[in-house]
């Protein structure tokens, strides 16, 4: 694929392209128009048009969009036609949802391992997958090439782990502890801090409520 | 508290300077200044006293911020003195995750009621809240004053259960169905969307690694 300059803005928009496309195919649709797509996804057909001309465009005048195709180009663009080792630091609920998500595989994310601190889960498998120990996560992760940790772990050990795995090779963490995990800047992290998103679902009840107080 | 106009960016951090506020409040920190919270945030300290100079200040030139005052204060802009009752539906491993989850109750969120379709787990409890059957959900939501649903169930389910909680009253969804629900307008939406969350953490990882695969 050719390198491209592609906005940060339209980068935040390419996966929820990507999931509507999958649903469009899922539904068995073919082609679709930039201004049924508009409606589907709340943007404005010109949003769409603007932003898929930014990679190439792939539809044609009057004729829309070719779904299958689009799907599988903004999925290259995303980078899910490469596969990536991925191991889960973690086997508590969150950890456990994460394993059983099924998508990951489809998406290029190799589940190879799930560690725990607790020796009860010693043994214990998850989609076939066994859960190891924290003492063999360091010469896991340099003998199994892996890219990406996921921290489901409590945020008072998560930049402990967090430096383990950068230490030994790992390029990206997926980081669900509540708290910032202050790595290099050549270390990509993608936070998922549950406890800001409902603080924000608290506010937006907050101000409707005061809002409406007096109907 | 008098209305006051906060702009969006602004209200967007807040959650992260409450998360901090509160790090500091569990280390006994008594007082901060705006640099050495700047330092700790990665924000600039200009920003800071600009973000919080929207309500109020609470620093005095050269004394620092008073951590409890302003953690305080913040979480009362966030809604999180009020209380809000809330359901689960969906007790599958997120789900039961986010049951356990146990800063739900300081922040003022009365977990109410957890459901499923799942008739084995009838009558299981997280932490002594029962799991109910989906046939109670109408009525429950109804007489329990239920204020915010949250839903882990697939997305093949999500639009509809979400429809139901609405008609019954429900006015916010924290939604984690891999799907948009498209409520009326008046309904507040707060959508974790987990597989976006991967999609951006793998288009960053397959740039890093174009940029470097000459390294």
């Given at each position: 694929?050719?390198?491209?300059?592609?906005?940060?803005?339209?980068?935040?928009?390419?996966?929820?392209?990507?999931?509507?496309?999958?649903?469009?195919?899922?539904?068995?649709?073919?082609?679709?128009?930039?201004?049924?797509?508009?409606?589907?996804?709340?943007?404005?057909?010109?949003?769409?048009?603007?932003?898929?001309?930014?990679?190439?465009?792939?539809?044609?005048q009057g004729y829309g969009y070719n779904v299958k195709y689009l799907y599988t180009e903004i999925g290259k663009i995303l980078g899910l036609n490469e596969n990536h080792n991925i191991i889960i630091i973690g086997a508590g609920n969150l950890g456990q949802a994460l394993a059983n998500y099924?998508?990951?595989?489809?998406?290029?994310?190799?589940?190879?391992?799930?560690?725990?601190?607790?020796?009860?889960?010693?043994?214990?498998?998850?989609?076939?997958?066994?859960?190891?120990?924290?003492?063999?996560?360091?010469?896991?992760?340099?003998?199994?090439?892996?890219?990406?940790?996921?921290?489901?772990?409590?945020?008072?050990?998560?930049?402990?782990?967090?430096?383990?795995?950068?230490?030994?090779?790992?390029?990206?963490?997926?980081?669900?502890?509540?708290?910032?995990?202050?790595?290099?800047?050549?270390?990509?992290?993608?936070?998922?801090?549950?406890?800001?998103?409902?603080?924000?679902?608290?506010?937006?009840?907050?101000?409707?409520?005061?809002?409406?107080?007096?109907?």
């Open positions: 694929m050719e390198e491209r300059e592609i906005s940060q803005a339209v980068i935040r928009r390419l996966p929820r392209y990507y999931r509507y496309l999958g649903e469009l195919l899922e539904h068995g649709v073919e082609r679709i128009s930039s201004n049924d797509l508009s409606k589907r996804m709340k943007v404005t057909a010109s949003q769409i048009r603007q932003d898929l001309n930014n990679f190439g465009g792939f539809g044609q099924s998508a990951f595989e489809s998406r290029g994310f190799i589940l190879k391992g799930i560690f725990d601190v607790n020796p009860r889960l010693t043994g214990v498998t998850i989609r076939g997958i066994e859960i190891r120990m924290m003492e063999d996560l360091k010469d896991f992760v340099r003998e199994n090439d892996i890219e990406i940790g996921v921290l489901t772990i409590p945020k008072t050990k998560a930049v402990e782990v967090a430096n383990l795995l950068v230490d030994n090779g790992v390029k990206a963490i997926w980081n669900f502890a509540h708290t910032d995990l202050n790595l290099p800047d050549n270390i990509i992290v993608e936070n998922v801090h549950l406890s800001e998103s409902l603080m924000r679902l608290s506010y937006n009840i907050t101000r409707y409520n005061e809002e409406h107080k007096n109907d």
